[in-house]
């Protein structure tokens, strides 16, 4: 009989634990953008969607004054992760692409709108801004090269998707 009292007392003090929600935030002040291309396999002109490495002169985020990312040797990038100002409801970032032989070919713009909301999870785990909503308003690209995959920024969750 002891027995039982001890194992309900466990169970009893182990549920009480879960009153209280986890602090486990996924929210994200970044939009990540990922570059792909579409390859068409000559045999069996199946196309397919694969990650697409760029090498970038710079890539510009308005608000801030120096580059975001530089030009280092022999750096690619498959996927790029830029900040959003929590004061503004629009951002630009600016895309200065190199060759290989070091040239820049193209100097690519894209401008999202987005809103944001303040949530409070729980009392002692504070308030998050989370962002949604989010748009494309301006782009040089044509509306096929680009995907809008997801409006809402979160950890590890592409936003949008570039084709070249």
């Keep these: 009989m002891a027995r039982i009292l001890f194992f309900l007392l466990v169970v009893l003090m182990g549920a009480s634990c879960f009153n209280e929600p986890d602090c486990l935030i996924n ?9 792909r291309q579409t390859k068409t396999n000559p045999t069996t002109q199946v196309r397919t ?32 992760t830029l900040p959003v100002d929590p004061r503004v409801k629009t951002m630009k970032y600016v895309f200065n692409i190199r060759s290989t032989s070091g040239v820049i070919t193209r100097k690519d713009s894209i401008v999202f709108n987005y809103a944001s909301e303040s949530v409070v999870i729980a009392p002692r785990c504070g308030a998050y801004t989370y962002f949604l909503d989010l748009k494309i308003s301006k782009t040089n690209y044509d509306s096929t090269k680009y995907k809008l995959v997801s409006n809402r920024l979160l950890k590890g969750i592409t936003n949008v998707q570039v084709f070249f």
Excluded: E
């Excluded at 929210?27 to 570059?35: C, L, P, Q, R």
């Excluded at 760029?54 to 990038?77: E, H, M, P, R, W």
């Design 27 to 35: 929210a994200s002040t970044a939009i990540k953008i990922d570059f």
């Design 49 to 80: 969607v694969v990650d697409s490495a760029l090498v970038f002169n710079s890539v510009i985020v308005s608000g801030i004054d120096t580059a975001y990312i530089k030009y280092k040797l022999g750096q690619t990038f498959s996927s790029v």
